[in-house]
């Protein structure tokens, strides 16, 4: 017989997107849900489910939120080491903190033990579902992909390739990169829970031919993602306009070799040409957005309310180690600055989908996580509202439930997160 869990609590679902409804509209509350075999089999009302489920176990989750896991769609798990390096912007801090960093990754056993840690990092923070760009060495990618693979995760990841610009040792080549990249792929994705996304690291590391040779493979195997980064800082849009200056704008780049899908995932995307919307909406590709990334190195204000308005596909993401936290709340808690900034009040519902089910679309998953509905696989995460002083005292004076979970999401870390469930399995003490 399959062993059930029940798991009771205040579960919250989302049936709309509350971007499109009303964000109260959007969202359900329930009291229960059944994990069955890996797989979220009912939510509802406790006592229908307890009746049709006598034999389940229960974990009882008291006044705690039960969500989907939090769903990270760009980070760099490489960068974990050297997450909170101080006093650069981008391209300097690439060549100070990150390229000297990503330089170790051909050294299978460094690969592996920073694959651990940073699962066991983002795992804490409830994370359950991460897409990551690795180093040039295949190493990183099979290390990260292992690692995933052992702890029975839902991931996506692709080795970074960089044939200019990068130091030596960090670049590879347009051969290379595709045939390592094509090895990576055929032997990763759709493999258990692990999906392939080729990774051009951004234009001015990568030769034309190497792009090319990238949307060649992207082409040869269209139902993988491809990750990489767009518009994020203003010198290095001026530094492409000069690698390129017969293209329409930096997503042409991408385009004219092939690298612009629905399958895309644009990191950032800030500084963005009326041109370059329009592509990117016409052609369903996902933006993701990176907060903590983009006030820490200074890099913008992402215009949420207007690409939400003109129906982009938005994803949510740390960008680790760009990124100041591995925390989807602390992640979460910036969106909402940053959106403050550009004149919009992003309610709770609308945070808290982005990091899950919207994050899930961004990565074309959203029929498998991100959502709680039967037939979802049961990555979920349980947070505590109350995980600290300063939280409980504000939480205690909600009226509902958006007002008690908001102090979480602006305060909250990984002490709110009381339990994390992957695949069905419970995850934390
Ligand atoms: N652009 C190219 N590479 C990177 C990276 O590693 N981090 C960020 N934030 N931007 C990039
Ligand atoms: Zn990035």
Not at 71 to 83: R, S
Not at 204 to 230: F, I, K, N, R, V
Not at 375 to 396: F, H, K, W, Y
């Amino acid at each position: 017989m399959t062993s059930e869990t029940i798991v009771k609590g205040r579960i919250l679902g989302f049936g709309t997107s509350p971007f499109v409804d009303r964000p109260q509209d959007a969202a359900r509350l329930h009291d229960a849900l059944v994990i069955s075999d890996g797989r979220i089999a009912a939510v509802g009302e406790w006592d229908r489910l307890r009746a049709a489920h006598p034999a389940a176990a229960v974990a009882d989750h008291g006044e705690q939120l039960v969500l989907a896991g939090f769903v990270d769609a760009h980070a760099h798990y490489p960068q974990t080491a050297i997450i909170a390096s101080w006093g650069k912007r981008l391209i300097d801090w690439l060549n100070t903190y990150t390229f000297p960093e990503e330089s170790r990754f051909g050294d299978p056993d460094y690969a592996a033990a920073i694959a651990t840690r940073y699962f066991d990092l983002t795992l804490a923070h409830g994370t359950t579902t991460t897409c990551s760009f690795c180093t040039i060495h295949p190493e990183s990618a099979d290390a990260y992909f292992a690692e995933a693979q052992r702890r029975g995760q839902r991931v996506i990841g692709g080795k970074t390739c960089m044939d200019r610009n990068a130091p030596d040792g960090l670049r590879d080549d347009a051969q290379s990169a595709y045939d390592d990249s094509r090895a990576l792929l055929q032997r990763w994705h759709g493999t258990d829970r692990i999906g392939y996304a080729i990774t051009p690291r951004f234009t001015p590391t990568s030769t034309p031919e190497q792009l090319a040779a990238l949307g060649a493979l992207w082409a040869e195997h269209p139902d993988c993602l491809m990750q990489t980064h767009l518009s994020e800082q203003t010198d290095e849009i001026e530094w492409v306009r000069s690698l390129y200056p017969s293209a329409r704008d930096y997503l042409d780049t991408y385009e004219m070799h092939g690298l612009l899908g629905a399958n895309g995932l644009y990191g950032h995307a800030i500084h963005l040409e009326p041109r370059e919307r329009d592509r990117l909406r016409e052609t369903g590709a996902a933006l993701v957005h990176c907060p903590t990334s983009n006030t820490f190195i200074g890099s913008g204000l992402f215009d949420m309310a207007g690409l939400m308005a003109e129906g982009q596909r938005v994803g949510l993401a740390t960008d680790t180690g760009g990124g100041s936290s591995f925390s989807m709340l602390r992640t979460m808690a910036a969106a909402y600055e940053i959106a403050q900034l550009r004149g919009m009040a992003l309610h709770p519902a609308q945070l808290l989908w982005l990091a899950t089910a919207g994050s899930a679309a961004a990565l074309h998953l959203e029929d498998r996580i991100g959502i709680i509905a039967p037939g979802m696989e049961a990555d979920l995460v349980a947070l505590n509202l109350s995980s600290t002083p300063a939280i409980a005292q504000r939480a205690g004076r909600a009226n509902d439930i958006w007002e008690a979970v908001f102090p979480t999401i602006m305060m909250g870390d990984d002490r709110a997160i009381a339990q994390v469930w992957i695949n069905g399995q419970a995850r934390l003490a």
